[in-house]
């Protein structure tokens, strides 16, 4: 919620609580800038969920970019999604802009518009990286050389290494 994003898109699925949002998120909302998005097919695979946060981002125009991220991984910092805007701001030109160690990219990851026709074939659980290794799609991978701010809670012994970092 601290980044330089213009606008906030949340998927989730539909009907799911929204308790484990931060604060900061309702005061986005109340302030126009924070959209939640129920998915009802976001149990059939990440492609759902991807293309429902994209057409929510393209409502009401379509941005030059979006950038997605992973609500299960609470280490990303606004900093890191504040480098990637800004690449692409100084490189218009590039299809993504994606975080990443050791030169794998990673979430999060920006999109511009030259990938939104790509997303909208996406099917079952693939997801944006998928993309990315396409031939005719130019990007960037900003390495990240704190690994742990990508890890992800799925399961209760990841939650455990992240609350390591987190306090």
């Known amino acids: 919620m601290r980044s330089r994003l213009d606008r906030i898109c949340v998927v989730t699925r539909t ?25 009802a097919d976001a149990g059939m695979g990440m492609s759902h969920s991807l293309r429902a946060g994209l057409m929510a981002a393209c409502a009401d125009s379509v941005p030059d970019a979006v950038v997605v991220l992973l609500a299960d991984q609470p280490l990303v910092t606004a900093a890191m999604i504040d480098r990637l805007l800004a690449s692409f701001r100084e490189q218009p030109k590039l299809d993504y802009c994606a975080a990443g160690h050791e030169g794998m990219p990673k979430p999060p990851v920006l999109l511009s518009r030259t990938m939104f026709a790509s997303v909208e074939k996406l099917a079952g659980d693939q997801g944006a990286r998928v993309l990315l290794s396409e031939p005719h799609v130019f990007g960037m991978i900003q390495d990240e050389p704190e690994e742990h701010r990508f890890y992800d809670a799925d399961t209760p012994e990841d939650l455990e290494r992240i609350r390591f970092f987190y306090s």
């Not at 998120?25 to 126009?32: D, F, K, L, S, T």
């Open 15 to 39: 009907g799911s609580g929204a308790d484990w949002l931060p604060p900061d998120y309702y005061a986005a909302e109340r302030q126009g800038r924070a959209v939640r998005v129920p998915c």
